[in-house]
T-cell receptor, first 113, second 115 residues
Framework: AQSVTQPDIHITVSEGASLELRCNYSYGATPYLFWYVQSPGQGLQLLLKYFSGDTLVQGIKGFEAEFKRSQSSFNLRKPSVHWSDAAEYFCAVDSGSARQLTFGSGTQLTVLP | KAGVTQTPRYLIKTRGQQVTLSCSPISGHRSVSWYQQTPGQGLQFLFEYFSETQRNKGNFPGRFSGRQFSNSRSEMNVSTLELGDSALYLC??????????????FGPGTRLTVL
């Protein structure tokens, strides 16, 4: 069965600092990987996705993520965080055959002024 | 193009009642999935519908059911509500269910509170 681990429940960074959110997945074949962001009381907004090809993918709002097969990781990065980035971030995997997303437990991001 | 819409946005019910939530997918999207989000269990898959047929189901009791109409709109129903059913229910749509390279786009959710 596929699974996703986000080891950091809560991360605090200062505005302008760089950010890296960790995501590890468990799945036998090449997974389809996603990062979503959720603001309070809102649904999930897609930040970026990886299906195949270039392992460094660019997303919206200046986010990028790198797929590393050897480490089973798909970490999300941003070089300079803005106060509006404060939200909860979810990593998800779709194995294909299951036709469903399996989510990590999420990482809550706080941005200090 | 309009996004996924869900109605109502907020709902308060009492234990034992039943509830129906509605989801309208993005125009042209034929697959609709439902997820439950709670602080304790996180985001969990409920079921997926495509062409009015349930294609996949998560590990939820039979009190949770759904259906999809010919225009791809979907409803989910929860009968005999329990306190633990209080959650944010999210609907997601994608073009087809035939390939996992389709991206799921989420609606704003329906916040259900069971008293």
């Amino acid at each position: 069965a596929q699974s996703v681990t986000q080891p950091d429940i809560h991360i605090t960074v200062s505005e302008g600092a760089s950010l890296e959110l960790r995501c590890n997945y468990s799945y036998g074949a090449t997974p389809y990987l996603f990062w979503y962001v959720q603001s309070p009381g809102q649904g999930l907004q897609l930040l970026l996705k990886y299906f195949s090809g270039d392992t460094l993918v660019q997303g919206i709002k200046g986010f990028e993520a790198e797929f590393k097969r050897s480490q089973s990781s798909f970490n999300l990065r941003k070089p300079s965080v803005h106060w509006s980035d404060a939200a909860e971030y979810f990593c998800a995997v779709d194995s294909g055959s299951a036709r469903q997303l399996t989510f990590g437990s999420g990482t809550q991001l706080t941005v200090l002024p | 193009k309009a996004g996924v819409t869900q109605t109502p946005r907020y709902l308060i019910k009492t234990r034992g009642q039943q509830v129906t939530l509605s989801c309208s997918p993005i125009s042209g999207h034929r697959s609709v999935s439902w997820y439950q989000q709670t602080p304790g269990q996180g985001l969990q898959f409920l079921f997926e519908y495509f062409s009015e047929t349930q294609r996949n189901k998560g590990n939820f009791p039979g009190r949770f059911s759904g259906r999809q109409f010919s225009n791809s709109r979907s409803e989910m129903n929860v009968s005999t509500l329990e306190l633990g059913d209080s959650a944010l229910y999210l609907c997601a749509s994608k073009v087809t269910s035939g390939t996992s390279t389709d991206t799921q786009y989420f609606g704003p959710g329906t916040r259900l509170t069971v008293l």
